[in-house]
DNA sequence: CCCTGGCACTCTGCCACCGTGAGTGCCAAG
DNA sequence: CTTGGCACTCACGGTGGCAGAGTGCCAGGG
């Protein structure tokens, strides 16, 4: 029983925190939420939390706040993922339904969860390796210079200028489009870095220089930039809650325009088949101490095609981020694997 | 004589300003700028700047400050375009010369210029209409839908699904292939919109529907996303002058996340030879009204590929910036010319 | 006619002060 | 274990005084 209420205080705080942004005293949280004891007996269990390090008081005789750790706790155990309105639902789905490419997509997204959580939104570009050649095709701008095009099942498109030393005709350009369709249509990435390594070897002589400098290029192109772009949305919404972040707006600002960290924060919650959220310095960033990232893989199967999620303050409405990036990102999922 | 010395106390505030984002007042002004007379005659010069509206006071017995009139004059008569040191270019060419595609270009160059003038760059994707078709691709995913790959000789590439009613076998889309590469190879965009409406009546019946399919969709490609998208880089540098702006910085922000707004600011510079400055609310938005826009046109020739700049502050480094901007444009200029 | 020094005046910004109110911790009684 | 009471502590907002910077105006000098 006592514990049991205890939580429900830190709920209660919680709560009124998010909604508020005002440290919560005991004598409104007596009265607000029902708890059914008097305001004496909540600030029993509030020494006690802030004993146990859930929650803390910016100074002397102000209320509580929530602590990272009263955050993680409040996540884990006391609020589930709040449905989104049928409404909603069809928002989505209608607004996602008119993208005309895949870079369509990917920006309709951002921008939709952008909008539905009022925070940033992140959204990574389907990866390579998870997805499988389509078609690989190659253009020539002049005898020195070809172009390589290459496009996955999922309708990305990579591209690649290749300077070749000695000058090809067009029917060589047709033959070696040939082999490198014939052995890595329909292979997934990973399986077709190893088919492009070995493909020089088995070629008519004439032809092996040639294939070597293009796979070579191929593999760089799947390796290199594998996972390389997001695409970012609703930075607006940061002024938002700039009371919490107060001058610490501007760091958080330049790590989110550093991809590596979005990838880190997005990419590492791209295999988790569930919605995951870091808290504060959970996220691993100095610059985004002060914010949470509630973020998910999306795509089907095992190894989701990219990571999806969103960034706010700590003081954020978790239970609804959560069932807006879940929403988001099941409807991206089905919107590309069916494509 | 007198009519001189006014623009120059015009200059050196608009100068002092700028470094100390405070009002300036006539003793610190004869001081610093060895004008030669005294403190009370800057008084009087200032009075009558201000009487002329290029000047203004925030409160009585405070300092100047310029007015956007005031920046105006600056820029079109009291400031030339600070040269960039040797090193600068250096770095702004070495910088750009690792891009390995079109997309790399373009977020290089926006990055680029957001660290070079440590205020919001913009950069406007190469304009398809300006660049001419250097080939077309068409690729099978299935019987029933096509993928059309167009490639242009600035490097981008447009990709779009189509759905055909009726199947068609690879002879067909070989066909096809070579009867859009045949008429629109080589064209300039504006052109070879019309080229690809006439290209159905001429070719063998059976083709006709499908080629009438396909031509609608090159043509949407072209004409719809003409020249839809930006780049966006540095938006942390706001916060810099965050002063300045205060509780506006949302709105700023979210105007800068409209497509939309960027490209009227942007792309109106495209077309002009020169760097173009808007000041305050010349830039005809109203959350920019406490901002300035420097832009610039990029690509050789009459109708330029695009548009880049930065938007910041008003008080700015005038010079400075318009140095910046007017360089990566040449470079990335070149750069794609010589693609 | 223009420049200059002097002078009175007007503000903002800063600091110190103080009362108020919210909130706490502790304690003794139920 | 809960509750009401009580003393204590601070942040916050408003007030008042002081210093400093800047202005406008004016009369005198080149």
Redesign the pocket.
């Known amino acids: 029983?006592?514990e049991e209420?205890r939580l429900e205080v830190l709920r209660a705080i919680v709560e009124d925190f998010v909604l508020s942004n005002?440290?919560?005293?005991?004598?409104?949280l007596a009265e607000r939420h029902a708890l059914?004891?008097?305001?004496?007996?909540v600030?029993?269990d509030?020494?006690a939390l802030?004993e146990e390090g859930y929650i803390t008081?910016?100074?002397?005789?102000?209320?509580?706040i929530p602590t990272d750790k009263g955050y993680r706790l409040f996540v884990d155990r006391l609020s589930g993922v709040k449905p989104l309105s049928r409404a909603e639902r069809r928002a989505i789905q209608s607004f996602l339904e008119g993208a005309v490419d895949l870079d369509d997509v990917v920006r309709r997204s951002v921008r939709l969860l952008a909008q539905l959580t009022r925070q940033v939104a992140v959204v990574q570009y389907p990866s390579l390796s998870s997805s499988s050649v389509r078609h690989i095709e190659i253009v020539t701008l002049n005898p020195n210079r070809l172009l390589l095009v290459l496009i996955t099942d999922t309708g990305r498109v990579e591209q690649r200028v290749v300077e070749i030393p000695t000058p090809v005709d067009d029917g060589v350009v047709g033959e070696l489009r040939g082999l490198l369709n014939g052995s890595l249509r329909g292979r997934r990435m990973a399986d077709a870095t190893e088919a492009a390594a070995d493909l020089p070897d088995s070629a008519r002589p004439d032809l092996r220089p040639h294939l070597t400098t293009l796979t070579t290029v191929v593999l760089e192109a799947l390796l290199e930039r594998q996972e390389e772009r997001v695409a970012l949305a609703g930075t607006a919404n940061l002024t938002r809650a700039s009371v919490d972040f107060a001058d610490s707006l501007r760091f958080i600002l330049e790590a989110l325009e550093e991809q590596v960290v979005l990838l880190k924060l997005i990419g590492s919650a791209r295999e988790t088949g569930t919605v995951t959220v870091r808290i504060g310095r959970e996220t691993d960033v100095d610059a985004l101490r002060s914010t949470s990232v509630v973020a998910t893989g999306y795509g089907l199967g095992p190894a989701a095609l990219g990571g999806m999620g969103v960034v706010g303050p700590m003081r954020m409405d978790y239970p609804g981020t959560m069932a807006a990036v879940r929403a988001v990102a099941k409807y991206v999922g089905e919107l590309l694997g069916a494509d």
């Open positions: 029983m006592l209420r005002e440290p919560v005293g005991s004598k409104m059914g004891v008097s305001p004496a007996t600030r029993n509030m020494s802030e008081q910016p100074h002397t005789s102000a209320g509580r």
